[in-house]
């Protein structure tokens, strides 16, 4: 029988290492024992910034589901990936996650210490994260979610929700949503209010920074807003999404 590759650490300490992080034009040293000790912590970590699962899905459903974090005892999640600060920092910018720290392991140590450190030279990465997420409790693992030993880069259980609902099983986990609006639209304030009031946390994107007229009708079909996707599927306009909601 082959011996599994990825052991969960559950009951374990995390490793203690040290990661040199950059803040503003400043170097800081930021220890697993400052991030872990005397808190509740959820951790994700995955095999690159920038990469396709990791930007579009991975990170944002954290940062959205944040708040229902905190509401049930977490004091910080923590992004862990191989990568170096610059990188890790400039990630977090693009994706707006303000609701993450982004931890760089630049050198795999952490990653090493974990048991989830993996060759990706077919790939021009070099060593990586395989992809898991764990909540540690005073720096001690109390659950690990760790994704299956198959080829490619599988994504079936450290996502966020899955997170969520071992922590709060009792928590209703709302499908993402996306919606386009333009500055000034009186029915974009509706819409947003109507998901505010059934309890939904949305990506907002407004025209004329963040897309275009032409990104909008080749997204939706339509050329008016506010536009309304829930779960990956079209809604519409306010008008659909109070009748949606009803």
């Not at 947003?192 to 946390?201: A, W």
Request: charged share 25%; proline share 6%.
């Amino acid at each position: 029988m082959t011996e599994a590759r990825f052991t969960s650490k559950e009951g374990q300490k995390v490793p203690s290492v040290s990661f040199p992080c950059r803040e503003g034009e400043s170097w800081v040293t930021k220890t697993t024992d400052e991030i872990f000790t005397y808190r509740n912590v959820v951790v994700f970590s995955l095999p690159g910034a920038f990469t396709p699962t990791c930007s579009s899905t991975h990170l944002p459903r954290y940062n959205a589901l944040a708040k229902k974090f905190e509401k049930h005892g977490i004091d910080e999640i923590v992004c862990v990936s191989v990568n170096d600060t610059f990188v890790m920092n400039a990630w977090a910018a693009d994706q707006e996650a303000d609701n993450i720290t982004v931890i760089p392991d630049g050198n795999g140590e952490f990653t090493d210490g974990m048991g989830m450190l993996v060759d990706k030279a077919e790939l021009g990465f070099g060593k990586r994260s395989w992809r898991y997420s764990m909540l540690v409790k005073d720096g001690v693992v109390e659950k690990m979610f760790i994704e299956p030993d198959v080829p490619g880069d599988p994504f079936e259980v450290s996502d966020a929700d899955t997170m969520l609902a071992y922590i709060a099983p009792e928590e209703e986990s709302k499908a993402p949503v996306s919606i386009i609006t333009k500055p000034g639209c009186p029915y974009c304030a509706k819409a947003k209010t109507l998901l505010g009031e059934k309890g939904y946390e949305f990506e907002e994107i407004v025209l004329g920074k963040d897309a275009s007229l032409t990104s909008l009708t080749a997204i939706s079909g339509r050329e008016t807003v506010p536009q309304v996707f829930i779960g990956g599927k079209h809604i519409g306009g306010s008008d659909d999404l109070e009748a949606f909601l009803a």
